[in-house]
């Protein structure tokens, strides 16, 4: 990096609700470009619309970041040097730089009300406010003072010329100046707005580079100006771009469920498998293997070690829910068995299901490669958990080719089999099962069929042996009797 300074980065939500999955982003992008640097990834509460901001959600950013597995160096609920890391708590800072911005002539009073702010936008052809304002002087403001009129303050932008930003992503952006606006930097609430505290703080936590979303690219030359009549370096910038629904448009939190980063947190996606994927949408991890194919399973350290904010695209990416879906069975595959077993307790307990943990060390090798989600153990291995399997119905206990009475026979012959064995491993089973169905004159996979369905209520399973043995003899003998009981019922 051409910069000197320590690398610093920043995210800066506002709590505005549940963490938008472009938010993920952001942090993710903003912690892996910390960790290529050496530098610190900052947490820092943007809260300053009192109307937008909502308690609980902040909450959700913590939650949400350490489910994610970015943790910050300095923030709200650690401290840190630069701190407080909470923009409400910081007013009297913000007030400060304001008012020393209207000393030194950079910024002034104005007294519109919002009616008067729409009369004045109305007549001046939708371009915004018309700096009436700066012609006041000190006495005006006595007077409307005195009037107990309530002022905001505004920046006094240059009027000529232009304004050049260089983007890390996008190269330079320019804007000719009169196209600025002179917008509020403090409410009359004491307040600031979001350019004026997002500009301090940048500058008095010391922030290198912003990594931000491409929405607040647009004050990206307002905020250039800003720092200048303060005399600060304006950190380097960088736009990520937005994050689009494959149907087309920006994916929203209004539209799409899996716009909040809580939707997968609750459908049981890994956080390793997430930010895999975030990685990349509006990056790409590029490296290749033996085959030359590319790399599509990594982690956020690896893909930290060669991260590049210069590569970041600058057109919108789809959100390739399917995509992710893959990717977190791969990153399930992974997983160490006694970390798998421990991630799918929580899904099985929200489906009711009381979990002993001994057999959930033994049930996860048997579906570790078979599902994709978390929330799939309940579909795939429910059946181990409950004190009873009613199969989908007693037809479906009947393989092809095949009647009632045949199919409960056949299961009464599998039963005694299965009682009479000196012990239970799968293979113990297999051997004496295949014979058996050779004896019965049936093919092995219309046994097993039968079998499977009574010992797991399901036509598709893990594998059935494997899966008796892990059920115990008791229990799956007296499925496979309930199904002999079911079949012989008169229909
Ligand atoms: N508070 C802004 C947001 O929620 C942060 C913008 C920025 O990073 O400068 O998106």
């Known amino acids: 990096m051409a910069e000197s300074r320590p690398v610093r980065v920043r995210f800066a939500p506002s709590p505005t609700g549940d963490m938008h999955i472009g938010g993920a982003r952001t942090a993710l992008f903003n912690w892996l470009f910390a960790h290529r640097y050496g530098g610190k990834f900052i947490l820092r509460i943007e809260d300053t619309d009192q109307k937008r901001t909502r308690e609980e959600s902040l909450g959700g950013i913590l939650d949400g970041l350490h489910w994610l597995g970015l943790q910050w160096d300095e923030g709200p609920d650690i401290g840190g040097p630069y701190g407080p890391y909470i923009q409400s708590e910081r007013l009297d800072i913000y007030q400060k730089w304001a008012q020393w911005l209207v000393d030194n002539g950079r910024a002034y009073r104005a007294y519109e009300t919002p009616e008067e702010l729409d009369e004045i936008s109305k007549a001046n052809k939708g371009?915004?406010?018309?700096?009436?304002?700066?012609?006041?002087?000190?006495?005006?403001?006595?007077?409307?003072d005195a009037e107990g009129r309530k002022y905001v303050i505004r920046f006094k932008v240059p009027l000529e010329g232009e304004t050049t930003v260089i983007d890390l992503v996008r190269g330079p952006i320019t804007v000719q100046n009169e196209k600025l606006q002179d917008l509020v930097l403090l409410k009359s609430d004491g307040y600031p707005t979001y350019h004026l505290a997002n500009v301090v703080d940048d500058h008095l936590m010391e922030i290198s580079h912003i990594i931000r979303a491409e929405e607040w690219i647009s004050t990206a030359p307002f905020h250039k100006q800003l720092y200048a009549a303060l005399g600060w370096q304006m950190p380097a910038i960088a736009h990520v771009p937005v994050i689009l629904h494959p149907n087309g448009g920006k994916i929203s939190k209004r539209k799409h469920p899996e716009a909040a980063l809580s939707y997968f947190i609750q459908n049981g996606y890994l956080p390793?498998?997430?930010?895999?994927?975030?990685?990349?949408?509006?990056?790409?991890?590029?490296?290749?293997?033996?085959?030359?194919?590319?790399?599509?399973?990594?982690?956020?350290?690896?893909?930290?070690?060669?991260?590049?904010?210069?590569?970041?695209?600058?057109?919108?990416?789809?959100?390739?829910?399917?995509?992710?879906?893959?990717?977190?069975?791969?990153?399930?595959?992974?997983?160490?068995?006694?970390?798998?077993?421990?991630?799918?307790?929580?899904?099985?307990?929200k489906a009711g299901y009381t979990v002993n943990s001994d057999l959930l060390l033994r049930v996860t090798p048997l579906i570790q490669e078979r599902i994709k989600l978390l929330n799939d153990v309940v579909e795939v291995a429910g059946f181990f958990f409950r004190e009873d399997v009613i199969p989908e119905s007693p037809a479906s206990l009947i393989p092809k080719k095949m009647d009632a009475a045949q199919t409960a026979s056949a299961l009464q012959r599998a039963y005694e089999t299965l009682a009479g064995l000196p012990d239970f491993a799968a293979q113990t089973q297999e051997a004496a099962l295949r014979p058996l169905a050779e004896s019965l004159g049936l093919n092995p996979g219309q046994l097993f069929g039968a079998l499977r369905v009574a010992v797991t209520g399901k036509t598709v399973s893990p594998p059935l042996f494997e899966t008796m043995e892990v059920l115990g003899r008791e229990v799956a003998l007296a499925r496979i009797k309930k199904a002999i009981e079911l079949l012989s019922q008169p229909t």
């Not at 006495?139 to 409307?144: E, K, P, Q, V, Y």
Request: some cysteine; glycine content about 8%.
């Open 127 to 144: 371009m915004g406010y018309d700096r009436r304002g700066r012609s006041l002087t000190p006495d005006d403001w006595a007077r409307l």
């Open 272 to 349: 390793e498998a997430v930010t895999n994927f975030l990685c990349n949408v509006g990056w790409n991890y590029g490296v290749l293997d033996e085959q030359g194919n590319e790399v599509q399973v990594f982690t956020k350290e690896q893909a930290a070690a060669i991260f590049d904010i210069t590569k970041v695209t600058t057109s919108g990416t789809k959100f390739d829910v399917v995509k992710l879906q893959w990717l977190n069975g791969e990153h399930i595959r992974r997983m160490p068995v006694a970390e798998l077993a421990e991630k799918l307790r929580r899904p099985l307990e």
